[in-house]
């Protein structure tokens, strides 16, 4: 077992822990059926501390029933809920490995990405989670393209993508700021590689002319405002890359 395992059984155990210790459950019967049917009222109600409460004690004590797989689902769902969204992953996790045929296999896979596109924080800080929920985005969409949520996953795709995009532009800019322009041309590069679908890719193609300039890489800085040109046609930075091209040209004669 990781760390990262080891990190989130620990969270589910203090969890767990709050939840016995604040209320007590309200499974008091020997019925799969109606235990479910219980810890369901607690859910429906919205009182999703009571439904983890209730869920955990029906998928452990009923775990060979029909109820046990519907019980990790919304033991799972009651996290999500409560906007534990580092739980409700761990527990669509165990849902998908435990119970792979069940009905409700495709909208879990789509909630655990949605677990970590919510975790996913601004763009200048770390963006792990960012990147989870990109991966677990694809895998759905590989397993699922024709599915309702496919075209909603794909926009969420693009949306976190901008947004490594934006953090990137972000590092470049400040090397502009810090005058070391060959590592801001570094970054506008990364940008224009990686993310040259997003919205940030005429901001970094207008960097890296600009930093080409300041770098006196007239020639590289003339054929990037070129491109520039054809590719951004409608682009605010416009009329700022053909002053850079006139600049560049005048400093080559």
Not at 65 to 93: C, H, N, P, W
Not at 97 to 113: E, H
Not at 158 to 174: F, G, I, V, W, Y
């Amino acid at each position: 077992m990781n760390l990262k395992n080891i990190f989130i059984l620990f969270l589910l155990s203090i969890s767990l822990y709050s939840c016995s210790s604040s209320k007590k459950g309200n499974v008091n019967t020997d019925d799969p059926d109606k235990a479910y049917a219980i810890a369901m009222a607690s859910y429906e109600k919205g009182d999703f501390l009571q439904a983890i409460e209730d869920f955990s004690i029906v998928k452990l004590r009923f775990s060979g029933t029909s109820v046990a797989d519907k019980s990790q689902y919304y033991l799972a769902m009651s996290y999500f809920k409560r906007g534990e969204f580092i739980l409700a992953a761990y527990e669509f996790e165990l849902y998908m490995k435990n119970y792979p045929s069940s009905s409700m296999v495709t909208q879990a896979r789509y909630n655990l990405a949605l677990c970590y596109y919510r975790l996913s924080p601004e763009y200048y800080l770390d963006q792990t989670y960012t990147r989870l929920a990109i991966s677990e985005f694809r895998n759905f969409l590989e397993l699922y393209p024709n599915d309702a949520l496919a075209f909603e996953a794909d926009a969420r795709i693009k949306e976190l993508r901008s947004k490594l995009a934006r953090k990137l532009l972000a590092s470049a800019d400040l090397y502009m700021d810090m005058d070391d322009y060959r590592a801001a041309t570094v970054y506008y590069d990364y940008v224009l590689n990686d993310y040259f679908d997003t919205d940030y890719a005429d901001d970094a193609m207008f960097g890296k002319i600009n930093s080409l300039v300041k770098r006196q890489k007239y020639d590289l800085a003339i054929e990037e405002a070129d491109k520039f040109e054809q590719r951004f046609k409608s682009s605010p930075f416009l009329s700022q890359v053909k002053s850079l091209r006139s600049q560049a040209k005048s400093n080559l004669k």
